[in-house]
């Protein structure tokens, strides 16, 4: 007889704790097995389908020797971990690890997404969408620097360009509207004129035919002087550099304009210091630049004036300054920065003739700075305009 014959079929013996309480739960994972290794109760069950069956104890099972009088009757078997014998239990047992450690890693890459799309994409469509803008034709579109350090210098760069754009963009409408006020005036006189003449107005002698050539030569002056800009603008002027003293190119140009500063009573002088060093430069432009600033200073001077060239040594390098200043009004110091813009004036209200086209003093800076040399205007503490060049 065997250990069957302990307790009657189909009931369930009371495993029970240290303290006497009944576990049921332990007596559901525990199988009763023969002296042969078969399974006579299964959780409690004696007619389950490894009932009569070998079983087999895993490496994790607890396995209890049953014995009568030191012979071996049965085992009791208790399983610590479900068998494959409940699969869904089993199966939910994986899958729930799985589960939630996808759900936290979802959540994370989630974050990191919305993270890098604020830092990192979003600057990033904001600089593609503002240059689609500029492309088109929107030279106003800037973009809001933001996002990590590259973004932020991409950005910068891009404002910067758009605002250049911007700004050669206005300078060529301003340009194109300045020419074209410019021809307007002694293309009017022309016109005039020579309607009057072929209508009879005017009789065709020479007391109505200067005037038209005087017009002509200003036309001639303009487009000689917009070429020569452009041509320094594009440094595709070409200069013809050699040691030269501009102290002569100073005691040159003012014989040259002597007898238009003695119609209008100005004193013209030259001083040269004596340590003065000789410099690099293409003769004829830069007696160009000498003469710019003697007209402009003998235009606006005062009758009775002043005009004053002065050449110096600028600093122990070898550097030389020509400055040329005079006793006028001088300048607003608001209007200082335009004077070398092109075709600007200081007095609208002038006519030509005394105000010139504008570009003489942008000229002169084209010239000056395509030499290596910078060139600036200040007013003076007493009284009237210095403009100085350095080569």
């Known amino acids: 007889m065997g250990v069957e014959a302990l307790w009657p ?10 303290e006497g309480d009944f576990d049921r739960n332990l007596w559901d994972r525990a199988l009763l097995l023969d002296e042969t290794g078969r399974v006579l109760i299964d959780k409690g069950r004696a007619r389950t389908a490894l009932v009569g069956q070998p079983y087999t104890a895993g490496n994790l099972d607890l396995s209890f020797p049953l014995r009568v009088n ?14 494959p014998t409940s699969p869904p239990f089993f199966f939910l047992g994986l899958a729930a690890p799985v589960v939630v450690i996808s759900f936290f890693t979802g959540v994370l890459t989630l974050l990191i997404g919305l993270l890098l799309m604020r830092r990192v994409v979003t600057p990033l469509a904001d600089v593609i969408a503002a240059a689609h803008s500029v492309a088109a034709g929107d030279l106003s579109t800037r973009v809001q620097v933001r996002g990590p350090g590259d973004l932020r210098s991409l950005s910068d760069s891009f404002n910067r360009m758009a605002s250049a754009l911007e700004g050669s963009d206005r300078e060529r409408r301003d340009l194109l ?18 309607e009057g003449i072929v209508d009879g107005v005017y009789s065709a002698d020479e007391a109505h035919v200067a005037p038209v050539l005087e017009e002509t030569y200003v036309l001639e002056r303009l487009v000689e002087d917009l070429r020569l800009l452009t041509l320094a603008e594009s440094r595709q002027l070409h200069f013809d550099r050699q040691l030269i003293d501009l102290g002569e190119l100073a005691e040159r140009a003012a014989d040259l304009f002597g007898a238009e500063a003695e119609e209008k009573s100005i004193h013209l002088s030259v001083r040269v210091d004596a340590d003065a060093p000789t410099v690099v430069a ?25 005009v004053a060239i002065n050449v110096r040594r600028a600093d122990s390098s070898g550097r030389v300054a020509l400055a040329v200043r005079d006793n006028g009004p001088g300048v607003p110091e608001a209007d200082l920065p335009k004077l070398f813009d092109r075709f600007w004036r200081g007095e609208k209200s002038r006519g030509r003739a005394a105000g010139g086209a504008g570009l003489g003093l942008a000229i002169a800076r084209q010239l000056i700075e395509a030499q290596g040399g910078a060139i600036a205007a200040a007013n003076l503490p007493g009284g009237g305009l210095e403009i100085s060049f350095v080569l």
């Open 177 to 194: 509207a300045d020419i074209a006020h410019e021809l307007r005036t002694p293309l009017t006189v022309i016109r005039g004129r020579l």
């Open 282 to 306: 293409d003769p004829q432009r830069v007696g160009q630049v000498i003469g710019n600033l003697l007209s402009n200073a003998l235009r606006y001077g005062p009758q009775d004036g002043e």
């Open 9 to 18: 079929e189909n009931s369930a013996p009371p495993l029970r704790h240290a």
């Open 70 to 83: 030191g012979t071996q009757v049965g085992t009791l078997v208790v399983q610590t971990q479900r068998t």
